[in-house]
């Protein structure tokens, strides 16, 4: 079955420094959907970001992350951390290959940007 | 624009106990889903709908019933509660029924069990 791995649980950074969560996935179908979801303290999860183009550079509020079929990766960047990009991501996949398809969600990463 | 409401905001239990969690949605969607969420193992997905009326099992529906008696509404039941459970459950909706591209999410439950 499809799968997604945030290697990293938890990353801490400094104000400023760039920001970089991993996402890897493994799925039979080259059509796939990867998203980033991010969860604030204190509010519902939502969208940030989402591809199924090869090598296209996709952005939402400072945040960018380019779909790479051949390495199945899905790495979301931000060139300069702020105190307020701490929370949760997600990475997820969805196969959209069946008449329903679900998504498939990565363990998170927590994300602690300090001053 | 639309929202997503789920209650209670927290729910404390009793080892055991039947517990139920309510989600309504205004987006007219038609799909419904709920999910848990746990420290380290992201969300997981328990129950969804593409209907009224209709439930599909996710992968960890053992210990859940769920219900869809009208659009709006989707709710969650956990059928015995275990001692020292303690997870945050999600609702969302989507607007197409054969896919998920895009899930709209509730604010959650927060659950403990005493």
């Known amino acids: 079955g499809d799968s997604v791995t945030q290697k990293e649980g938890l990353v801490t950074l400094t104000e400023g420094l760039p920001v970089m969560l991993n996402c890897t996935y493994q799925?039979?179908?080259?059509?796939?959907?990867l998203f980033w979801y991010v969860h604030y303290l204190n509010e519902s999860p939502r969208l940030l970001l989402k591809?199924?183009?090869?090598?296209k550079r996709t952005e939402h509020q400072g945040f960018h992350a380019t779909l790479h079929k051949s390495s199945s990766s899905f790495h979301l960047q931000k060139s300069s951390a702020q105190l307020s990009d701490s929370a949760l991501y997600y990475c997820a996949l969805s196969d959209p290959g069946g008449s329903n398809a679900k998504l498939t969600f990565g363990k998170g990463t927590k994300l602690s940007v300090k001053s | 624009g639309g929202i997503i409401t789920q209650t209670p905001k927290f729910l404390i239990g009793q080892e055991g106990q039947k517990l139920t969690l309510k989600c309504q949605q205004n987006?007219?969607?038609?799909?419904m889903y709920w999910y848990r969420q746990d420290s380290g193992k992201g969300l997981r997905l328990i129950y969804y709908?593409?209907?009224?009326?209709?439930?599909q099992k996710g992968d960890l529906s053992e210990g859940y019933d769920a219900s869809r008696e009208k659009k709006s509404s989707f709710s969650l039941t956990v059928t015995s509660a275990q001692k020292n459970e303690m997870a945050v459950f999600l609702c969302?909706?989507?607007?197409?029924?054969?896919?998920?591209?895009?899930?709209?999410f509730g604010h959650g439950t927060k659950l403990s069990v005493l």
């Open positions: 987006f007219n969607h038609d799909t």
């Open positions: 799925t039979i179908y080259s059509n796939a959907f």
């Open positions: 591809s199924s183009t090869d090598n």
């Open positions: 709908s593409i209907t009224e009326n209709d439930l």
């Open positions: 969302a909706s989507s607007p197409d029924r054969f896919s998920n591209e895009r899930l709209f």
